[in-house]
């Protein structure tokens, strides 16, 4: 999101990495991705870092890296990412990032989230595990 605050772990980078070898083949031309996910699940960073390596690499596409909770209901996305994290496993992060306060209302707004993105995990052509250690293909 505009003026959110980045924080990149080596992990981002590491599955970032992953992803851009796997995808190297198939990007031609234009490409679209989507980086889905909980709030706070690390989206923002993964697709950054997916970005900065693809232009580092010279793919010499067109790639946008769309992110956000729900891109995984893009109809023209062409590869789908989805990162396996809830609330309560990026409460960490979030504090860091100084996002959010606290409450009890976004407590169940972020309960009321995941009940319903935690299902777009089926929809992804890749899951970044929740200890951001490796990737699961979706058949």
Known sequence: MIGDKLVIE???????SDICNMLASRIQGRFTLS???ESGAGKSE???EIA???NE???GAGVL??????TSLLN????RIFIDRDYKQTLEARVQRARDKFDAFMVDVLE??????????????????RKFDRLVFNS
């Open 46 to 48: 993964l697709a950054a």
């Open 76 to 79: 023209f996305v062409d590869f």
């Open 57 to 59: 690499g010279g793919t």
């Open 112 to 129: 009321r989230e995941h009940q319903i993105i935690s299902q777009h995990k089926e929809l992804a052509d890749v899951v970044v595990t």
């Open 52 to 54: 900065r390596l693809l």
């Open 65 to 70: 890296a769309a992110e956000g909770t729900y």
């Open 10 to 16: 080596p992990f981002h980078t590491e599955r970032a």
């Open 35 to 37: 980086v889905a996910g």
